[in-house]
C-alpha cells in the first residue's frame, strides 16, 4: 500500500482527479490485504446483485474510495450493507489507515503495529476496548483514595486511603468488598500503598506512622489473603516513601535511612522474609541488602524490582563498554543525555516525606522544543517515542518477564516454602530500580542497581557468649577510665606503641574516602525534575517515570530550597535492556508552582496501554504503541492513582482526592454485561470536533437512496 497518500480532496480539475484516482487505483493494487475485489471476482458476484443498467455498477473504485472518505466510518459500514461490492470495498485497508491517522491523530509514517489483523480491527480496538465507561462508583473510604493495585490473576485489587484502611475489594462486576483492615490500629496514620505477590497469596501494604508533622517514619505490613487479611509480619520502613516492594514470592524490600553528617546520610535496603515465624532466636528473618550513600538531603525512594531475563553477562559486558567512564562523584554513572504530612491531615495527596552547591542543570531541552512545537490542550499530548521503540516493542511484548516467575496458577495451592529462602535459588536477573537525588533533596534521578544474585544467611552468628560481653563491657569501662586521666598527645602515644591507628571519625562529606563503605549505583538517569511516579511494563522491559520538570537552565544554590516545578506532568519512557530514553510526553508548560506542593502520582502500564492520575481532577489514558491520548476519566478532586487490570484491558480503576473509586470498562464489556453506557469518559476523537460539512442538499438525496 502506498504511504503518502492524503486524505482524497474533493478536487475540481479533471487532471488532478486523473492523478488522484492514479494513486489510490496503485495503492489498492499494492495493498494485498485491501480485501477489494479483483475484475474477475466482480464479473461472478455481478450477477444477482446489481441492476443491469444501475450507474453504480461502473464507478471505479478510486472515485468510491473518494467518496468514502468524505464520510464518517459508521456511514461507511452502513453502506458496505448494500451489496457485496460496496461490503468488500468498505473494508479497504487504505480507507480504515486514512480513519485511524485522522480520527485518532496518528502520525501517518507510524507503521501498523506488528500482530495487528489489520487498520479496520486497530480502529475497532480503540473504539470499542478501551476503558470507557464507569461502570461503579465506589465511596466506602472516608478520606482521599492514595493508591490502587491489582493481584496478578485480575480477581482482586487493593486500596489505599488516608482514612487508616487497606481495603480489597472483588473485581467481577459489581465490585464488591472482599476485606478490610483499619491500620489505625497498628498507631498508623494512613496506607499509603499495595502490592500483592506473585501468587496473590500475600498483600504488602505501606503506610506512615503517627508522628511528629516532619516525621518520615513508616512501616510496611504483610497480609495473607485467602481466608481473610490476617496479619503475617510487620518491618520497619524509612523513609515512608520508600514505599517496599516484593523481591521474590516470599521476601520483601523495605528501607532504613541514617544520617551521617550534614546533608549526608545512608539508605541500607533490607531484605525480610514474609515468613517470620521462627523455631531459632538464630534463625535470621532479614538480611542486609545494599547500603547507598546519599549527598545533599537525598535519599532512596520508591523502590521496585524488574525482572530482567535479557541480562547475560555477554550482554551485560557489550553495554558497559559502550558505557561513558565518566563518574558524578559518588561511584554512580550518571546519564545526562537522555533526558505523616506537614501541612495537616487535609493536605492533598501524599507529599514527600522530606518536607522542610551551585550547579547548572544539564538538560535535553533542545530536544523537548523540538516535542514542543504546537501546544496541545490539557494532558492530552502524544507520547513520542524514537523509532527503535517501535522497532523493539512488539519483540518485548511476546518475550515476557513472566518466564523468571513461578506460574501463578500452578502455585496457588501449593504450601508455603518451610525455609521461606527457597525461592532466593536460581533467580533470574534482576534490576533494582528507584528515584533519588543528587543536587537536591527531592528526587530527580532514576537509579538502576543490577541484581544476579542473593544469600539469605540461614543462621545468625551468636557472637560471645553472656560471661564474655560481660568480662569486654568491664573492660571498656575500665579503659575509659584510664584514658579520661590522659593527655590527648598520651592517648596517642598508647596507640602508637600498640602499632595500631587511633579511632577517627570518617569525613562522611567526602565519599571518595569513604566509598569503600557503600555499594555503587550501576546507572544514574537525571529528568531535570520532580520524579513523582513510575511504572513497569508487564513483561518489565519498558520503565514509564511521572516528572514535574524544573524551569530551564535554573541554577541550585541551596540543595533544601529545590526549583520550583512545573504545574504539568511528564511522562518518559526508558528501556531497561539499554537504560536508555525512548520514548517522552512533553506539554508546553505555562507556570510553576513551589516544590512543597507536590506529591505522589502513579500511573500504570498495561500490554496495549498506559494510563495515569493528573491533578486537574482527571486521569489520562494513552496507547502504548502508536502514542496518542484516547481518553481523560473525570473526578472531581486530584487523581491519584490508577490501575489496568492485569487479566482484563478493559479495565481500568481510578482513585482521588474526592474520596472515590470508579471503575471504567470498556464498550464491549459493558454491553455484555448489560451496563448503560451512559456515563462515559471523555474520548479524545478528531472527528468529534473536525467533521467534514455536510454534502450540499442537491446531493443529499442521491445518498439517501443508496446508503
Known amino acids: 500500500m502506498a504511504e503518502t497518500i492524503d486524505d482524497v480532496p474533493m478536487a475540481d480539475s479533471s487532471d488532478g482527479q486523473l492523478l488522484e484516482h492514479g494513486r489510490a487505483r496503485e495503492s489498492l493494487q499494492s495493498n494485498s490485504s485491501s480485501n477489494s475485489l479483483s475484475n474477475s471476482d466482480q464479473d461472478g458476484m455481478d450477477d444477482g446483485t446489481y441492476v443491469d443498467n444501475s450507474p453504480w455498477v461502473f464507478i471505479p473504485e ?21 451489496c457485496k461490492r460496496w461490503y468488500k470495498l468498505s473494508k479497504d485497508d487504505y480507507i480504515w489507515r486514512k480513519y ?15 500482530g495487528a489483523e489489520s487498520w479496520r480491527a486497530e480502529y475497532r480496538r480503540l473504539t470499542n476496548n478501551v476503558p470507557m465507561v464507569m461502570t461503579d462508583v465506589l465511596t466506602f473510604h472516608s478520606h482521599q483514595v492514595l493508591h490502587v493495585s ?57 503506610g506512615v506512622h503517627f508522628g511528629s508533622p516532619h516525621s518520615t517514619s513508616g512501616e510496611i505490613a504483610v497480609f495473607t489473603v485467602q481466608n481473610g487479611l490476617k496479619l ?29 553528617a550534614h546533608l549526608v546520610s545512608s539508605s541500607i535496603l533490607w531484605l525480610n522474609k514474609a515468613n ?16 547507598f550513600y546519599n549527598r545533599n538531603a537525598s535519599s532512596i525512594r520508591a523502590i521496585m524490582v524488574a525482572n530482567c531475563p535479557w541480562l547475560s553477562d555477554e550482554t551485560e559486558g557489550k553495554r ?23 501541612g495537616g491531615d487535609r493536605r492533598a495527596g501524599n507529599p514527600l516525606s522530606h518536607y522542610q552547591m551551585n550547579q547548572d542543570v544539564d538538560s535535553d531541552d533542545d530536544q523537548e522544543e523540538a516535542l514542543l512545537e504546537g501546544e496541545r490542550a490539557d494532558y492530552a499530548s502524544p507520547i513520542q517515542y524514537l523509532e527503535e521503540f517501535r522497532q523493539e516493542y512488539e519483540e518485548s511484548y511476546y518475550e515476557s518477564s513472566d518466564d523468571c516467575l513461578e506460574d501463578d496458577e500452578d502455585e496457588a495451592d501449593e504450601e508455603e516454602l518451610s525455609e521461606g529462602d527457597d525461592d532466593l535459588q536460581n533467580l533470574c536477573p534482576k534490576y533494582l530500580i528507584f528515584s533519588t537525588g543528587s543536587k537536591t533533596y527531592t528526587p530527580h534521578q532514576i537509579g538502576f542497581k ?128 539499554t537504560l536508555k530514553k525512548v520514548g517522552k510526553m512533553l506539554r508546553a508548560h505555562k507556570a510553576c508552582t513551589p516544590n512543597t506542593e507536590c506529591f505522589f502520582i502513579f500511573l500504570d502500564v498495561c500490554d496495549n496501554y498506559v494510563a495515569s492520575g493528573a491533578e486537574d481532577m482527571h ?89
Open 100 to 114: 485511524f491517522s485522522r480520527e485518532f491523530n496518528v502520525d501517518p509514517s507510524i507503521p501498523l503495529k506488528r
Open 232 to 260: 503475617k509480619c510487620r518491618v520497619t520502613n524509612r523513609p515512608y516513601d520508600i514505599f517496599g516492594t516484593w523481591f521474590s514470592d516470599q521476601h520483601l524490600l523495605s528501607g532504613d535511612l541514617s544520617w551521617l
Open 62 to 82: 478510486p472515485l468510491f474510495i473518494k467518496i468514502f472518505l468524505q464520510l464518517r466510518a459508521c456511514d461507511v459500514l452502513n453502506a458496505g450493507q448494500c
Open 450 to 577: 543490577r541484581i544476579t544474585s542473593v544469600n539469605f544467611p540461614r543462621r545468625l552468628d551468636p557472637g560471645p557468649s553472656l560471661r564474655e560481653r560481660i568480662a569486654l563491657r568491664n573492660r571498656q569501662r575500665e579503659l575509659q577510665v584510664i584514658m579520661a586521666e590522659m593527655s590527648p598527645e598520651e592517648i596517642r602515644l598508647q596507640y602508637i606503641l600498640q602499632n595500631e591507628e587511633p579511632p577517627m571519625e570518617p569525613n562522611w562529606a567526602n565519599y571518595e574516602a569513604v566509598a569503600g563503605r557503600f555499594d555503587k549505583v550501576d546507572k544514574l538517569i537525571d529528568l531535570h525534575g520532580h520524579i513523582i511516579g513510575m511504572g513497569l511494563s508487564p513483561d518489565h522491559r519498558y520503565l514509564y517515570v511521572n516528572s514535574r520538570p524544573w524551569p530551564k537552565n535554573c541554577v541550585i544554590r541551596n540543595p533544601l530550597d529545590p526549583p520550583a516545578i512545573a504545574q504539568e506532568i511528564d511522562i518518559h519512557v526508558i528501556d531497561l535492556m
Open 276 to 291: 517470620q515465624e521462627v523455631d531459632s532466636e538464630h534463625t535470621p528473618v532479614r538480611s542486609q541488602l545494599y547500603k
Open 150 to 206: 491489582f493481584s496478578h490473576n485480575g480477581k482482586m485489587f487493593a486500596t489505599c486511603s488516608k482514612d487508616g484502611f487497606v481495603i480489597v475489594w472483588n473485581s467481577a462486576y459489581p465490585t464488591t468488598i472482599r476485606d478490610s483492615y483499619d491500620m489505625r490500629k497498628l498507631s498508623w496514620k494512613y496506607t499509603q500503598f499495595s502490592q500483592f505477590n506473585q501468587s496473590d497469596t500475600l498483600l504488602l501494604v505501606s
Open 320 to 342: 558497559d563498554a559502550g558505557k561513558d567512564s565518566t563518574s558524578d562523584g559518588t561511584g554512580q554513572k550518571s546519564s545526562d543525555e537522555e533526558p505523616g504530612t506537614s
Open 619 to 707: 486521569a489520562y489514558l494513552w496507547d502504548r504503541y502508536y502514542g496518542v491520548c484516547l481518553a481523560k476519566y473525570q473526578h472531581s478532586d486530584v487523581v491519584n492513582s490508577v490501575a489496568f487490570n492485569p487479566r482484563d484491558n478493559e479495565m481500568l480503576v481510578t482513585t482521588s482526592d474526592d474520596y472515590e473509586i470508579k471503575v471504567w470498562r470498556s464498550l464491549s464489556k459493558a454491553k455484555k454485561l448489560g451496563i448503560p453506557t451512559v456515563n462515559r469518559a471523555t474520548e479524545f476523537r478528531k472527528h468529534k470536533n473536525n467533521r467534514p460539512p455536510p454534502p450540499p442538499q442537491q446531493h443529499s438525496h442521491g445518498m439517501r437512496s443508496f446508503v
